[in-house]
């Protein structure tokens, strides 16, 4: 497999921590940019990287998701993703805020969610430009996991993973928790 995508994620992370450390709108509160000295990340891994195919729903569900200030958002569970991680087959719920965006919101909490990671989960966003593989297929990298701004801040509401994407398994790959 070609080291480009692990390039990639490396320089979005370096561009990630240059954003939090010094630009005006970081959800970094700004008493602490002068001291930031980066994101913890796990280590890139390719056994969390998965070329998939998008089970898509016929008829998608609405779906009301609580967020972090006990506030409601509504999106469509558009379709999931099958997998094996570790032994473990797992499923995971894709969801779109708007039916003709080419976006794809996946919302997780796993094993290590409030020890290494972020307690209320992570996000990944797929893209369709960039996510997707010339045969159509899905590109789900856990190894872009992120925090949700509110990991930095409670000035900002986030929503919350549904429990339909809570794991019950470690997903040592992404961001981890910001102290």
């Given at each position: 497999?070609?080291?480009?995508?692990?390039?990639?994620?490396?320089?979005?992370?370096?561009?990630?921590?240059?954003?939090?450390?010094?630009?005006?709108?970081?959800?970094?509160?700004?008493?602490?940019?002068?001291?930031?000295?980066?994101?913890?990340?796990?280590?890139?891994?390719?056994?969390?990287?998965?070329?998939?195919?998008?089970?898509?729903?016929?008829?998608?569900?609405?779906?009301?998701?609580?967020?972090?200030?006990?506030?409601?958002?509504?999106?469509?569970?558009?379709?999931?993703?099958?997998?094996?991680?570790?032994?473990?087959?797992?499923?995971?719920?894709?969801?779109?805020?708007?039916?003709?965006?080419?976006?794809?919101?996946?919302?997780?909490?796993?094993?290590?969610?409030?020890?290494?990671?972020?307690g209320a989960g992570r996000y990944l966003d797929l893209e369709g430009d960039a996510h997707r593989a010339g045969d159509g297929n899905w590109i789900l990298d856990f190894n872009e996991a992120y925090n949700p701004t509110c990991a930095?801040?409670?000035?900002?509401?986030?929503?919350?993973?549904?429990?339909?994407?809570?794991?019950?398994?470690?997903?040592?790959?992404?961001?981890?928790?910001?102290?």
């Amino acid at each position: 497999m070609t080291t480009d995508w692990r390039q990639a994620i490396e320089t979005q992370r370096e561009e990630k921590d240059r954003y939090f450390g010094g630009d005006p709108h970081s959800p970094i509160p700004s008493d602490k940019r002068e001291s930031f000295d980066g994101l913890e990340y796990y280590p890139i891994d390719e056994a969390y990287r998965f070329e998939l195919p998008l089970h898509e729903y016929n008829n998608p569900e609405p779906v009301t998701v609580g967020t972090s200030t006990d506030g409601e958002r509504k999106y469509l569970r558009w379709g999931e993703f099958r997998f094996t991680v570790d032994g473990e087959d797992i499923t995971l719920q894709a969801y779109k805020a708007d039916p003709d965006d080419d976006r794809l919101w996946v919302p997780f909490r796993d094993a290590t969610s409030g020890d290494e990671t972020y307690g209320a989960g992570r996000y990944l966003d797929l893209e369709g430009d960039a996510h997707r593989a010339g045969d159509g297929n899905w590109i789900l990298d856990f190894n872009e996991a992120y925090n949700p701004t509110c990991a930095y801040s409670d000035r900002y509401e986030c929503p919350l993973p549904p429990t339909e994407n809570w794991l019950e398994i470690p997903i040592e790959a992404g961001e981890q928790a910001y102290h």
